[in-house]
């Protein structure tokens, strides 16, 4: 399609902040009236100013190119093998999939400690027909489609307590802890290690399950979370549904469509959400403590708002890990803000790192990336990492180093990807090798050991065959798909 032109960037721009501005005025009034009069008739009023901002925003792009196009999934073809480690917690890790003869070339294993089970090298699944649909309990009948139509493993999610599987058609498994609902499956148990589906009405292009909520991306840009909705001491409104409610079921965030907005990626903190749109607009919503949501206050929001300090910087990116964030923009700066106890931010130690430690609006991480050009970013619990036009990974927090390392050790080869986790880094070349660091006693190295290391070290466990295309990095467990060699 054609590039919008700059006047239709700024009609756009305009168009998304009128709607911004109405829709939230009548959310608020429908607030007030709702809580006095009980009576409909703010929010009917409101809806349709709105559906005249949308019609009138439609025909002012439609005039020059089309809008930005909803999120798609993350990867088109079905992986060759998935592989997963680390500690398997209530059933993050399908331990009924793993195939012992699975990982080449070492010598760990899997190990039992009280109720959790450490798998601490890579071990592949078994995703033959019939393997995947009996694990899943998929009602879909394979026995007469060709292989084509049959039900395939295409994308896997790590959270920090969960895991999700989405199929070939776009249709999402969870399994996991569900101590508030997160895993989106109803009114059920505590926890679940058989997966259950979650219905949604479009395919499913990204999913993030935090340590108290998750949030579901469709294909079409629509947001659904589920979850701990928050509390008077934590905080609420990380849902972004405008109140403090807790649903068990996935609820479709109604804001961003009332803000006539789409979602391209979103990231679930501890009680904060940070959603980027496909404008490049970040916004968050949840507790405001530490400065979590970016807008200088420490006020809880109830709706998804904007970040207004880096509101026209084009954002490609956001990461964010337990309660701080972090957003790439198109001319390769990375912005920080939130929590800061462990370094986190990369600000240095200019700043007191304490427990109190925050930067409450989007910070410059500068150092070392000052002058480079940022391509990649990714935010563990407490630490983060980013990867440079050249290939170099740095990485910072974890009360370890205060602003961006360079890691001297991967300057042999070419960096092209990152994920973190809790107290771990990933790290993937251009030829599809796996490196990781940081501390293994979860197993999540790969690295057939439970020792820390401070340099990144080769995941020995993939056959030399395939290379690596996507990894995921939980709290406590890994999963990576690969592809054939060429």
Same mark, same amino acid.
């Given at each position: 399609?054609?590039?919008?032109?700059?006047?239709?960037?700024?009609?756009?721009?305009?168009? %998304?902040?009128?709607?911004r501005?109405?829709?939230?005025?009548? %959310?608020?009034?429908?607030?007030?009236?709702?809580?006095?009069?009980?009576?409909?008739?703010?929010?009917?009023?409101?809806?349709?100013?709105i559906?005249?901002? %949308?019609?009138?925003?439609?025909?002012?792009?439609?005039?020059?190119?089309?809008?930005?196009?909803?999120?798609?999934?993350?990867?088109?073809?079905?992986p060759?093998?998935?592989?997963?480690?680390?500690?398997?917690?209530?059933?993050?890790?399908?331990?009924?999939?793993?195939?012992?003869?699975?990982?080449?070339?070492?010598?760990?294993?899997?190990?039992?400690?009280?109720?959790?089970?450490?798998?601490?090298?890579?071990?592949?699944?078994?995703?033959?027909?019939?393997?995947?649909?009996?694990?899943?309990?998929?009602?879909?009948?394979?026995?007469n489609?060709?292989?084509?139509?049959?039900?395939?493993?295409?994308?896997?999610?790590?959270?920090?307590?969960g895991t999700?599987?989405?199929?070939?058609?776009?249709?999402?498994?969870v399994?996991?802890?569900?101590?508030?609902?997160?895993?989106?499956?109803?009114?059920g148990?505590?926890?679940?290690?058989?997966?259950?589906?979650?219905?949604? =009405?479009?395919?499913?292009?990204?999913?993030?399950?935090? =340590?108290?909520?998750s949030?579901?991306l469709?294909?079409?840009?629509?947001?659904?979370?589920?979850?701990?909705?928050?509390?008077?001491?934590?905080?609420?409104?990380?849902?972004?549904?405008?109140?403090?409610?807790s649903?068990?079921?996935?609820?479709?965030?109604?804001?961003?469509?009332e803000?006539?907005?789409?979602?391209?990626?979103?990231?679930?903190?501890?009680?904060?959400?940070?959603?980027?749109?496909?404008?490049?607009?970040?916004?968050?919503?949840?507790?405001?403590?530490?400065?979590?949501?970016?807008?200088?206050?420490?006020?809880?929001?109830?709706y998804l708002?904007?970040?207004?300090?880096?509101?026209?910087?084009?954002?490609?990116?956001?990461?964010?890990?337990?309660?701080?964030?972090?957003?790439?923009?198109?001319?390769?700066?990375?912005?920080?803000?939130?929590?800061?106890?462990?370094?986190?931010?990369?600000?240095?130690?200019?700043?007191?790192?304490d427990?109190?430690?925050?930067?409450?609006?989007?910070?410059?991480?500068?150092?070392?990336?000052?002058?480079?050009?940022?391509?990649?970013?990714?935010?563990?619990?407490?630490?983060?990492?980013?990867?440079?036009?050249?290939?170099?990974?740095?990485?910072?927090?974890?009360?370890?180093?205060?602003?961006?390392?360079?890691?001297?050790?991967?300057?042999?080869?070419?960096?092209?990807?990152?994920?973190?986790?809790?107290?771990y880094? $990933?790290? $993937?070349?251009?030829?599809?090798?796996?490196?990781?660091?940081?501390?293994g006693?979860?197993?999540?190295?790969?690295l057939?050991?439970?020792?820390?290391?401070?340099?990144?070290?080769?995941?020995?466990?993939?056959?030399?065959?395939?290379?690596?295309v996507?990894?995921?990095?939980?709290?406590?467990?890994?999963?990576?798909?690969?592809? $054939?060699?060429?």
């Amino acid at each position: 399609p054609a590039q919008p032109t700059q006047t239709t960037k700024m009609i756009a721009t305009t168009v %998304r902040s009128a709607t911004r501005i109405v829709s939230q005025y009548g %959310r608020r009034s429908a607030l007030l009236s709702s809580k006095s009069i009980n009576d409909k008739s703010a929010v009917s009023s409101s809806c349709c100013s709105i559906s005249a901002i %949308r019609c009138f925003s439609s025909a002012a792009l439609n005039n020059d190119a089309a809008s930005s196009p909803p999120p798609q999934s993350t990867q088109t073809s079905t992986p060759h093998n998935v592989y997963m480690w680390g500690t398997s917690k209530q059933g993050t890790i399908p331990l009924s999939l793993l195939q012992e003869g699975g990982a080449s070339a070492s010598s760990g294993g899997m190990f039992s400690t009280g109720n959790e089970k450490i798998v601490n090298h890579p071990m592949s699944l078994n995703l033959d027909q019939g393997a995947l649909t009996s694990f899943l309990g998929d009602d879909n009948d394979d026995s007469n489609t060709n292989d084509d139509d049959a039900t395939k493993l295409q994308q896997i999610f790590c959270g920090a307590t969960g895991t999700a599987m989405v199929l070939n058609d776009g249709r999402c498994f969870v399994f996991g802890s569900n101590k508030n609902g997160e895993l989106g499956i109803g009114e059920g148990p505590k926890s679940t290690e058989t997966p259950v589906h979650v219905p949604l =009405p479009d395919p499913v292009a990204k999913v993030s399950l935090g =340590p108290n909520f998750s949030a579901f991306l469709t294909t079409t840009g629509d947001l659904y979370t589920c979850g701990y909705g928050g509390s008077a001491v934590n905080g609420m409104g990380c849902l972004g549904h405008g109140n403090m409610e807790s649903y068990q079921s996935p609820k479709l965030v109604n804001s961003l469509v009332e803000d006539g907005c789409y979602a391209s990626d979103v990231h679930c903190g501890e009680y904060s959400m940070t959603v980027l749109t496909t404008e490049g607009e970040v916004l968050t919503c949840g507790t405001g403590s530490f400065g979590r949501l970016g807008n200088m206050e420490t006020l809880d929001q109830l709706y998804l708002e904007p970040v207004e300090m880096i509101a026209g910087d084009d954002v490609v990116q956001i990461a964010s890990g337990f309660a701080f964030s972090l957003a790439l923009n198109k001319g390769g700066i990375v912005h920080a803000w939130g929590k800061n106890n462990e370094g986190q931010l990369g600000a240095g130690v200019g700043l007191a790192v304490d427990v109190y430690a925050m930067e409450s609006l989007p910070t410059p991480i500068e150092g070392l990336l000052e002058g480079r050009k940022v391509t990649r970013i990714a935010a563990g619990h407490s630490h983060a990492a980013a990867v440079t036009s050249t290939g170099e990974l740095f990485t910072w927090g974890m009360h370890m180093d205060h602003e961006p390392k360079l890691e001297n050790s991967l300057l042999h080869t070419k960096i092209v990807d990152v994920a973190c986790g809790q107290n771990y880094t $990933l790290a $993937l070349d251009q030829e599809g090798r796996l490196y990781s660091l940081g501390k293994g006693k979860t197993g999540v190295l790969g690295l057939a050991s439970t020792k820390m290391t401070t340099q990144p070290i080769l995941v020995e466990g993939i056959p030399a065959g395939e290379k690596v295309v996507t990894m995921s990095a939980g709290w406590t467990h890994v999963a990576c798909t690969t592809a $054939l060699s060429e």
